[in-house]
């Protein structure tokens, strides 16, 4: 199934990224997570793309079991990097024949120890020529997703409102729907949809929800995608930094008052970094649920989660 017209609908859902492991053991025990994670109800998963397409067949593997075996709808990841036309013509395919129908269209990361990204001979520059490239040779079979970045991209060296700009060729190109870098400050992210909105872009954008699982991957994560921390998550978080269960405590309720917002503001559509973990991201929607008053937000009846008063 396609994505557009699910992720359009006025009620929330969520949605929850995972990447190949390294490990045969590591893929099997993702497979059990996702398998649980399923109860969670999620509208769609998506795999990741390694830089290079290094276990790039593990990601059309693991699209094809999501797919088929848990019944999940599936967007998998496809880069540039490293990826000359031909090995790009092989993972639409693997998608095409998975029954995959959603691709998000990425550059890519460098590979692993280079620094600054380079074109692959016989591959495209930018995610918008993949964008055109899949448009032309599949027409509207597959969904296709681009990457936004409300705080920037780390590369751009313009004014704040390039990345806006490049979005635009990007859904112009044929994306119909946007998936965000992960953000902490929410007001910004808001702000940004606006100023999407204001340059002509119509097509969902959703929000990349980092949950926080340690203070060390929280730093961490932040710096490597280039995104403000706010104050107040730095007050709430740094005073129990070396006690992970309460800085996950706390980054839960932090995290749910992002999500609330968002939800607030008419967008409804979430998209959990699950970083192949289950209990942080359980926690979010949880304490989305509980605290959502009746009536207010229409819940998913499929949400396996029991709600507060029931337990
Ligand atoms: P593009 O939109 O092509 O942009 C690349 C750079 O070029 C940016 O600096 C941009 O500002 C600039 N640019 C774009 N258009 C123009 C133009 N017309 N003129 C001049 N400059 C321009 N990486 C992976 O390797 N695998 C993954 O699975 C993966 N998944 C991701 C999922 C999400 C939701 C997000 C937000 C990112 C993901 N990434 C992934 C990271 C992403 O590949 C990198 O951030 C990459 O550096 C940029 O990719 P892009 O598709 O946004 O590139």
Redesign the pocket.
Known sequence: KKLQESIKEKRPAWSF?Y?PPKTAVGVRNLYDRMERMYELGPEFI??????GGRLSNL?CEMVATAQSVYGLETCM?????GMPREKVDEALEDAYKAGCQNI???????PRDVEK?EQTDGGF??????VKYIKDKYDDYFDI?????PE?????E?DAD??I???K??VDAGATFV????FYDVDNFLDWVKRCRKAGIDVPLIP?IMPIQSWDAFLRRAKW?GVKIPQHFLDALEPVKDDDAEVRLRGTKLMVEVCKKILDAGIYQL?F?TMNLEKATKMILEGLECEASPGDLPWKPSLGLKRKEEN
């Open positions: 990224e990447f998506d795999i990741t793309w390694n830089a990601t990841h496809l880069t540039c990097t998000l269209a990425l550059r890519g990361d460098p990204w520059r930018y995610s918008k020529d993949l997703a681009v990457a936004g970045y920037g991209h780390p590369d751009d313009e390039a990345n700009r490049y979005l060729e990007k998936i965000t870098q992960m990349g995608s998209h970094y």
